[in-house]
């Protein structure tokens, strides 16, 4: 009966009846049946001490274990915040870093390329002053053949030719005045000028040598 009057049995029977006939022979029991009534109900009482003592602090002011421990829990988690801060500037600046890294990288692989580009454009350059010079030459050995060729025809003697030999003179002579044409004009195409010239075709008079010419 006085299990079911406690609180905590919430109406529920004694659970320990086979204890109980052991027990309630020895003289701690027996005593106990003795106690005056406002002590019985202060032992009835006793369990539910602390939802009562729960309940009467509620609303009061923290102790001072209780406040330490949130002063403890809020220095930690403003503690964290900062190293959290810290960690996100941290990125930053290696972001910014790594960013302006690349640009360095990239403005570098400009500079190299503009310099390839540049080196590129110089050897075609001294590839084609070269081409040129040798062009030079050959046009110079090639006019220098012409004019031996047609200075040689020239110095020809025509005082015993006949006519078929006097007209292959002239014919051979117009020959080699023709290719003279033609090197210039070919000359001047490639160059926009006209380097070599000799007279009104470079070539020699044959009234050098008069009629009867001869060397």
Same mark, same amino acid.
């Given at each position: 009966m006085r299990y079911k009057? @406690?609180?905590a049995s919430k109406g529920k029977p004694f659970p320990f009846k086979h204890a109980w006939a052991i027990l309630q022979t020895f003289d701690k029991w027996k005593l106990r049946d003795q106690e005056t009534a406002p002590k019985k109900s202060a032992m009835l009482r006793m369990d539910d001490s602390e939802d009562e003592e729960k309940e009467r602090n509620l609303g009061k002011p923290e102790g001072t274990k209780k406040g330490k421990q949130r002063m403890k829990m809020e220095g930690e988690a403003s503690s964290l915040r900062e190293k959290m801060?810290? @960690?996100m500037k941290a990125r930053e600046e290696l972001t910014r870093k790594t960013l302006e890294t690349k640009i360095l990288i990239t403005e570098k692989k400009k500079e190299v390329r503009l310099a390839?580009?540049?080196a590129k454009r110089e050897e075609a350059k001294r590839k084609a002053d070269l081409e040129e010079r040798m062009i030079k030459v050959k046009e110079a050995k090639v006019w220098k053949e012409l004019m031996v060729e047609e200075k040689e025809? @020239? @110095?020809m003697s025509k005082k015993d030719m006949d006519q078929e030999q006097?007209?292959?003179w002239k014919d051979y002579k117009e020959d080699i005045a023709e290719r003279k044409r033609i090197f210039r004009g070919a000359s001047s195409t490639l160059r926009g000028d006209t380097p070599m010239s000799g007279g009104d075709d470079g070539g020699v008079d044959d009234s050098t040598t008069g009629d009867n010419g001869g060397a």
């Open positions: 009057e @406690m609180a801060e810290q @960690m390839q580009v540049e025809h @020239m @110095m006097l007209q292959w």
